[in-house]
């Protein structure tokens, strides 16, 4: 696990997009995956379901690189890009998690014991 506080990790943003589809769609789309496969400060980035399009993730040393970032970003992309929203974060944990049924069932009842309530889920036994 890292500490955020710690490890000063500058500007972490989140990133929403909602789409448009000129006649160049697919081609223009596939130049955004490769800037953000490529982008060296992109640390996520998936299509979604719903409202929202695209979800990314990246992290800049400061604010000034973050803005720059964003600006270019809208102006190279503008053509298929219809909503833009960025979040800039105050990352409480970070780090992707691996762990088995047993542990998150184990989490689970935990936490429903403290509350003192009763199960509202059924866990897999």
Not at 27 to 35: A, C, H, I, N, S
Not at 82 to 91: A, G, H, I, P
């Amino acid at each position: 696990m890292v500490d955020m506080k710690k490890v000063n990790m500058g500007v972490p943003r989140l990133i929403t997009v909602k789409l448009s589809s000129p006649k160049n769609f697919v081609q223009r789309l596939d130049d955004m995956k490769q800037y953000l496969k490529d982008a060296p400060f992109c640390d996520f980035s998936a299509r979604s379901d719903g409202g929202i399009d695209w979800i990314e993730l990246k992290f800049f040393n400061d604010v000034h690189q973050a803005n720059m970032e964003a600006d270019l970003y809208r102006t190279w992309f503008g053509d298929i890009i219809e909503d833009y929203r960025s979040y800039d974060l105050d990352v409480y944990k970070f780090g992707w998690q691996l762990f088995q049924e047993n542990d998150f069932n184990a989490f689970m009842q935990a936490m429903q014991k403290k509350s003192e309530e009763r199960p509202l889920i059924k866990l897999k036994q």
